[in-house]
Structure formats: C-alpha cells, structure tokens
C-alpha cells in the first residue's frame, strides 16, 4: 500500500520566526515558540490560536506541554525557563539557573520534572513540585552547547554540538555517550526505544542501536548548511523524517534508506524546515518554515 501525504493547512503564527512547534501529548493542540518572544497555543487540526504567553525576555526557543496539557514549559535566548499556568496564560515560575541561552526544554513522563538544555553546555533537571530556585540536578558531561534533550520513562537523551550524544539512565545512575563525529543538532528515542535517530551537522541522519550502538542506517539527501535541524520517526516507526535548508520536509522508508517523500508548502520559499513535531497517535506532521507552520497527514491511496 502507498502511503501520500498531503497538505492540510498552513498557519501564519504571526510571531516572528518560528523557532519551533510541538504537539501536545495527546495531539489536540500544539505550542510555536516564536523569536518575537512570544509562546502560542493552537489547535493546528482547525488552525486556530487558542492562547498568547508572554514574558521571555528574549527569542522563545523552545516549548513542551505537560501529560495533562494543563501547564506549558518554556525556554529562551534569555536562559530562562518559565512554567506557565495554560488556562490564565501566567507565568507560575521562572526558573534561573542556566549561564547561557537555554535551547531546549522537555517535561519527564509524569510532568513531575523540567529538563532543559542551554548553550552553557549544561543540561538541569528542576522538580515542578519543589519551591527550590536551584535545580535538582545538573548535568554537565558535555563540552558544548546542548542541542536537545528528550526524555522516556527512565532516561534522558541530550545531544551536544561537541558531536556527543548522552544518555543517563535514571534507574541505575549510569551515563552511556556515543560519539558520532560530527556536531549533532537532535537526537531522539524510536517509538519502540530499541533505537535512537541522531541529526548531524554532516547532513547525515543516523539510526543507533539504542544498547549496542550501532549504526544501524543513515539517511542521506537534504541540506544541513549548519543549521539546527530536528529529525524524527513517524508514529508507526517506519519512516524517518527530517528537516532541511531546502525548506522540504525529508522522509526516508526507514528500512530501505530510500527517499519516500520531500513535502513541501503551497509556495516556494526561501526559509529552512528546522523544527518538527509527530502526531503522537497518526502520521499528522507539523514543521516550522519561517514563520509559517505547516501540517501534513497520510492518505492511503489503496482504499479500505
């Protein structure tokens, strides 16, 4: 059966440049984090803004909604990271402790944790629960400038520009790191998490053996031209996806290796795909393009 996909709907964020977007845990809305300092919360299925946060002080990098969407964490070029209430759209703590603009930010399983990564190299984990100002954890292995962190039920995956990618597993207290030659801009778990997707700045996404580490597929293709640029798998783990300074959102049959698709908007554009999001249940996809986002989803062109 082929798979297409096809274009839903683009949204002008008016925010500035959208620097990225994430579903909600359940995918009924999403957060665009924009470089007008602003935080926006959408139902991306209508193309409806819901809500407008403020009180970065700087350029919004990046954002993630808690297990029950009823709280957002933000962070910014300003190397703060703010919890916001997502009802009142107030801010419910501010916290300080990164020395550097902090460029990604993600809630563990139970929302229970805050786990940001800034260009200090650093990567702190805050208890939401806790009144401390201090985080609860630092973890500071990484030479250079923290690109992503993601989180699963035991673990926590950051990737670092020193072309490191980390991951501290939580339940015995061990940090395993693979080196991947190159700065990596993202890295994430499979939908299984046998496997980890790793974006380098070589243009190169690599597929790992999550315990061995092996390299288990590259995918190769789309423009890296040193920018940030996020990949992922699709909800069924069979595709991989990935952004690109062609302004194309790259998929790869994860098996084969091979081009399955290059999606792009309504009009040719000279902005980059940097950011992406994966519906957490259906292959709906959103990514970031200046300061657009655009959403796709599968048609199975053999019918049922």
């Not at 959408?42 to 946060?53: D, E, F, I, Q, S």
């Not at 609860?136 to 699963?152: M, T, W, Y």
Request: charged share 25%.
């Amino acid at each position: 059966m082929e798979i297409e996909y096809k274009l839903l709907r683009e949204i002008d964020c008016k925010q500035g440049a959208v620097r990225s977007v994430r579903f909600s845990v359940d995918g009924a809305y999403c957060v665009t984090c924009g470089s007008d300092r602003k935080l926006k919360l959408w139902n991306p299925h209508r193309g409806v803004a819901l809500k407008t946060y403020g009180g970065h002080g700087d350029e919004v990098m990046d954002a993630c909604a808690s297990c029950d969407s009823s709280q957002i964490t933000s962070c910014g070029l300003d190397k703060s990271v703010i919890l916001w209430d997502v009802t009142t759209g107030t801010p419910v703590r501010r916290l300080r402790g990164h020395a550097g603009p902090v460029n990604t930010v993600r809630f563990n399983e139970e929302s229970s944790m805050i786990i940001s990564g800034s260009r200090d190299n650093s990567v702190m984990c805050w208890d939401v629960r806790s009144k401390a100002q201090e985080p609860a954890q630092c973890l500071s292995e990484a030479k250079d400038s923290i690109s992503s962190v993601r989180v699963s039920d035991h673990e926590i995956l950051t990737s670092s520009f020193d072309g490191k990618i980390r991951r501290y597993d939580i339940r015995v207290g061990e940090m395993y790191a693979d080196y991947m030659g190159d700065a990596v801009t993202c890295s994430s778990f499979t939908r299984d998490g046998q496997c980890i997707v790793v974006s380098c700045a070589d243009a190169v996404v690599r597929l790992m053996d999550k315990d061995s580490g092996e390299l288990l597929g590259e995918f190769t293709g789309h423009a890296a031209n040193n920018l940030c640029l996020e990949s992922s798998v699709d909800a069924q783990d069979t595709r991989i996806l990935s952004g690109s300074a062609d302004g194309k959102l790259w998929i790869w049959d994860l098996v084969s290796q091979k081009v399955v698709a290059k999606l792009s908007g309504y009009k040719p554009t000279k902005h980059p795909i940097v950011s992406l999001s994966v519906h957490p249940q259906t292959n709906c996809f959103l990514a970031t393009i200046g300061p657009s986002v655009l959403m796709w989803s599968t048609v199975s062109s053999v019918q049922e």
